[in-house]
């Protein structure tokens, strides 16, 4: 079973500094997929960076990159120069075979950024 | 591009009554699949499909049917409402079954049960 964790339930950051959201997972698989996505207020889940398990490199994404760590089984979120906007819920995901290739989300941070 | 689209936004059902949520793609997707949203549990897998004529049970399935006769559209059916079936349901759907494959997200309908 592929299960992802988030301990952050809430978090707050100044705005223009940087913040790092925290994700865990579990899986027997050798190949998956990791996502984040980000639901502002208004409810939609919009797509932000993306990390294979055999990709060398870290993700980035303009403002974002997925810090991952294979070996701890880890795959945070950093938010560089935080801004106002970036005031959202933010869930973490994996695809994995062993899930049908399913999306298993996290039950995600609630990210406040401060004036 | 109209991506992923869910009908109806919003809506309010007695305890009993039976409605579908309907859930459509123009991106020619092979993989569908419906969540649904609740504080602090995250998206949790309802229904999936991974191409028309198939499709397989998620993580809370019961209450709920779903088909899949064409490659666009999945609905979703509940049979017979229930308080516990109040919250937010997102269709999503995916181009193929490769893990690098991200999934894009309809707009979400938020659903009170009464």
């Known amino acids: 079973a592929q299960k992802i964790t988030q301990t952050q339930p809430g978090m707050f950051v100044q705005e223009k500094e940087a913040v790092t959201l925290d994700c865990t997972y579990d899986t027997s698989d050798q190949s998956y997929g990791l996502f984040w996505y980000k639901q502002p207020s208004s409810g939609e889940m919009i797509f932000l960076i993306y990390?294979?398990?055999?990709?060398?490199q870290n993700a980035t994404e303009g403002r974002y990159s997925l810090n991952f760590q294979k070996a701890r089984k880890s795959a945070n979120l950093v938010i560089s120069a935080s801004q106002l906007g970036d005031s959202a819920m933010y869930f973490c995901a994996m695809r994995a075979s062993g899930s049908a290739r399913q999306l298993t989300f996290g039950s995600g941070t609630q990210l406040t950024v401060l004036p | 591009n109209a991506g992923v689209t869910q009908t109806p936004k919003f809506q309010v059902l007695k305890t009993g009554q039976s409605m579908t949520l309907q859930c459509a793609q123009d991106m020619n997707h092979e993989y569908m699949s419906w969540y649904r949203q609740d504080p602090g549990m995250g998206l949790r897998l309802i229904h999936y499909?991974?191409?028309?004529?198939?499709?397989d049970q998620g993580e809370v399935p019961n209450g709920y049917n779903v088909s899949r006769s064409t490659t666009e559209d999945f609905p979703l059916r509940l049979l017979s409402a229930a308080p516990s079936q109040t919250s937010v349901y997102f269709c999503a759907s995916s181009q193929n079954r490769a893990t690098n494959y991200g999934y894009t997200f309809g707009s979400g309908t938020r659903l009170t049960v009464v």
């Open positions: 499909s991974v191409g028309a004529g198939i499709t």
């Open positions: 990390q294979g398990s055999y990709d060398e």
